[in-house]
Structures are given as C-alpha cells and as structure tokens.
C-alpha cells in the first residue's frame, strides 16, 4: 500500500508541475484541524510530509488559523503549540481575524499564483478548494498522509490550456516578463529621447559656430584674387620685354 501510494503521489506531484509550475521547496498551508488529526494519529509532520512529497518543503500558516486555536480553548492546545513551530504568512486580516478557512482561501486568490498546498480537514475549506484550479490537497486518513488527485476542476484547465482556450501559468509568467522587458527598454529609450529633446536650446549656438567657420570664405577669394593680379604681373613684366 505504501509503494501504490507513492507512486500516485508521484503522479499527481508531476501533474502540478508540469502544468502549473510547482516548484521546491513546496509551501504548505496547514490549519488547525490538520494539526490536530496529525496529533491525534502520532504523526510527525515536520519529518513525514517532506518524505511524502520527496521534496524541500517549507510549512506555514496564517495568523488567522493562530487566533481560531486560541479561541477554541484547551482542547486544542496542543494543535496549537504545533501549529506556532511553522511560519506565520502575512494575510490581509491581521487587525480583523476572520476563520481559517476563509483567511487560507484568500490567501490562495482565484489562480493559487504562490503555488501553496493546502493541508487542512476541514470540508468546508476542501469545497471551496474545488473552486479553484491547481491546489493540491493534503488530508490524513487512517494514520496516514494521502495527497488529493487532482479535482475536475483543474483537469478541465489543463485541457483548456492544451487546446489554446487558455493560457498556462507558464506562459502567463513568460508574458509578464516579456512585458516587463519591453516596458524598460521603452522606458530606457524614452528616457534617451527625452534628454535629446532637452538639447534643442544649445542648436542656435552651434548654428552660430557654424556661421562663424563659413565667414573664412573672403580670404580664399582674396587669395583667388590675388593669384590673378600675380597673374597680371606677369604678363606685364612679359609685355614690357617684348618692345
């Protein structure tokens, strides 16, 4: 059963890879309820969910998830010393705590852009998790980490992207980028265009330069001139031989 498990997670690892750019170290969103199965089933999540997902993994929460332990009371005292070991995101209810689940929900938006998993036992967080493509799931069944295949949701995605009816995370990437280039070098050559056009007061100064290097002129008149009086000369000097 492990090795079957393995595989599958595997499988369903490079699905989110290849389709929508899930890299290392994976972040994973936990809330309290996944703490608390894992504490009630002795498992280690810190060292068991790497192994899972044979890869770099960087656990996390929200200060949401935090607040909703603290109000619960003792009874999940423990999920809550386990869930404050993991790094707290930054979610836009810091003044106003809203539940967990919808505080992670937020914090995937409508396209998951932070590429998060989502570990959680929570239903109502599960179902709101369908609504949006490219979110693996982690859920504990019978002692054991069980990623979610993925739902019919991102399977529909996928297709639309292979077909040209949407774009893929990828290449949504490589367009922003490319917009971001072209915007600096538009910008770049703006600024180079600017300056330029910032010159114009300096052009009646070199225009008069100019003018003062043409008046030179009369002197090569002077010195045509001059060549034909020597001219002249000459001619005289021979003239007056003659007689």
Avoid: W
């Amino acid at each position: 059963m492990k090795i079957k498990r393995q595989k599958q997670a595997k499988k369903t690892l490079s699905f989110y890879k290849y389709n929508f750019c899930f890299r290392e170290p994976y972040q994973v969103l936990i809330d309290g309820t996944f703490c608390q199965a894992a504490l009630k089933n002795k498992i280690q999540i810190k060292e068991q969910i790497p192994k899972y997902l044979m890869g770099e993994v960087q656990l996390c929460t929200t200060n949401c998830a935090l607040k909703e332990l603290e109000t619960l009371g003792k009874e999940l005292y423990g999920a809550r010393v386990i869930l404050q070991r993991y790094q707290v995101r930054r979610c836009p209810h810091f003044k106003n705590p809203v539940p967990a689940s919808q505080c992670l929900l937020s914090m995937l938006e409508e396209t998951n852009p932070h590429h998060y998993f989502v570990a959680t036992q929570d239903r109502a967080l599960t179902t709101g998790l369908k609504k949006i493509p490219g979110v693996p799931l982690l859920y504990i069944i019978v002692n054991t980490i069980v990623l979610d295949k993925p739902d019919q949701l991102s399977l529909d995605h996928v297709q639309a992207v292979q077909l040209g009816e949407l774009v893929s995370p990828s290449q949504q990437q490589s367009l922003r980028s490319m917009k971001k280039e072209q915007g600096i070098v538009a910008r770049k050559d703006g600024d180079r265009r600017g300056k330029k056009r910032k010159r114009p007061n300096p052009n009646p100064l070199s225009c008069l330069k100019k003018k003062k290097k043409g008046v030179p002129t009369p002197p090569l008149k002077k010195s045509e001139d001059g060549q034909k009086r020597r001219r002249h000369k000459k001619s005289r000097t021979e003239g007056g031989d003659a007689p």
